[in-house]
């Protein structure tokens, strides 16, 4: 049995990883800042400790005395600063000591002797009052040996250290806060687009296409709210063709169905009828082949390989075209005119489209009447058919695959290459239908 993870929204995950990033940067910050105090602190300390243990040198060679009484003068002399220790070993073990400290180290014998007994001439001991770092020198005051003692209370000496850094973190964890804040309102603003993309998406049925994404700016979640806008444009033009096409289907194959049904379920025994049956029945049929592959044209009329466009010898595509006409029927087929020079169009396609106005044209003319068929370059190439019959007296409709399916073929070739077609008529003296396509 396996558990189903639930991932964090997109606005939490944003605020987060600018959190953790944040929060990165800030203990680096914290970390840096430590490091570099701490290591002035000490560079402060070790000068100090250095400068001191030198100054007693020189005071003791330069002055005459007993050994307690030139240690004590230059004790007088010294101001210590908090948590700073000065203290002389007398040859007979007396302890002179200058300090402010709470803390002194005069009656910690065994501190003070191990510093004197030490082999290095600075080091850190452990006291009660914690770690203290300390310097000492060996010299000669009044003809005796004095050692002088002087050092820090690390744990006095780091504390302002230490208040800076917690300064910093309290700094740093009321910024992590208000970030947090920021962050995410910033991401709600960010992400409202997806939102609207999300509950577009939700929204949208096979029964309602029509909801639209309002898009402002130029940034990337724009382009985003852009791209689902024209997907919706062309997931509602792909169901629109496709209802179309279901009504095309049952409107045009319900007829020739309907006869043969019809023919088949009056059919009797005499063979004569059962021949005249089964020829209406095969003429039907036929036409149901003719209407299901007009269909389908129709249907592949969007897609990107319903054209293959070459470049094509305008005189030479024209004078096809006009053989092809010529045995379509018994017309008098007059060529008006041939365009010139060259064409990237798809020579099948523009074919079908002018053969299909012809035979429209055919279907309202009578044997003999004059058809004309020319093409022409004028900025674009253009194909036309021209016949003599009764005209056309609604135009509005024309195209509809209400009217059939010839026309409509027609129009989506000349779409297909972003062209149009145009008909010009004047009721009782004929119709011109005319494809334009680019050059």
């Known amino acids: 049995m396996t558990t189903r993870t639930t991932d964090l929204p997109a606005r939490v995950k944003i605020m987060c990883w600018l959190l953790g990033l944040m929060a990165l940067v800030l203990a680096t910050v914290v970390v840096v800042v430590w490091r570099l105090l701490l290591v002035e602190v000490d560079d402060r300390v070790n000068r100090a400790l250095e400068q001191e243990t030198n100054e007693f040198s020189t005071y003791a060679e330069t002055h005459s005395g007993t050994a307690r009484s030139v240690t004590e003068a230059h004790l007088k002399l010294q101001y210590p600063d908090e948590f700073e220790l000065h203290l002389a070993v007398l040859p007979d073990g007396v302890v002179v000591q200058r300090a402010d400290h709470t803390h002194p180290l005069d009656h910690d014998r065994s501190v003070v002797n191990a510093i004197v007994a030490a082999p290095r001439s600075w080091g850190v001991a452990a006291t009660a009052a914690g770690p203290f770092r300390w310097a000492k020198v060996h010299a000669t005051a009044g003809g005796t040996d004095v050692w002088f003692v002087t050092g ?93 096409f279901l009504d095309d289907a049952s409107h045009e194959l319900r007829t020739p169905i309907t006869i043969v049904r019809g023919h088949l379920e009056l059919l009797g025994d005499d063979p004569f009828e059962r021949a005249e049956v089964v020829r209406l029945c095969t003429d039907e049929l036929d036409r149901m082949a003719r209407l299901v592959e007009d269909l389908l044209l129709l249907a592949k009329a969007q897609r990107p390989d319903f054209l293959r466009p070459v470049p094509v010898s305008l005189p030479e595509l024209t004078s096809d075209i006009d053989a092809k006409l010529r045995a379509l029927g018994d017309r008098r087929w007059v060529l008006d005119s041939i365009a010139e020079g060259e064409a990237v169009l798809d020579p099948q396609r523009i074919t079908q489209a002018v053969v299909q ?83």
């Open 357 to 439: 106005l012809a035979s429209n044209a055919l279907r309202y003319t009578s044997a003999g009447a004059e058809i004309r068929f020319g093409s022409a370059v004028d900025g674009v190439v253009s194909f036309w058919v021209a016949d003599s019959g009764s005209g056309v007296r609604d135009s509005s409709r024309l195209f509809s695959r209400a009217t059939g399916l010839g026309l409509p073929i027609v129009k989506a070739i000349a779409e297909a290459h972003n062209g149009r077609v145009r008909v010009a008529s004047v009721p009782g003296e004929g119709a011109t239908f005319t494809v334009e396509v680019p050059r």
């Open 152 to 244: 820090y209370f690390e744990d006095g000496v780091t504390g302002p250290v230490d208040s800076t850094v917690r300064v910093l973190v309290v700094v740093s964890l009321i910024g992590l806060l208000i970030a947090a804040l920021i962050a995410w309102l910033v991401a709600g603003v960010i992400l409202a687009p997806v939102r609207a993309v999300r509950q577009a998406a939700e929204q949208i049925t096979e029964d309602d296409l029509t909801r639209r994404i309002t898009v402002s700016g130029r940034d990337d979640v724009a382009a985003l709210a852009s791209q689902f806008n024209a997907m919706l444009d062309r997931l509602e033009q792909a169901f629109r063709e496709q209802r179309e």
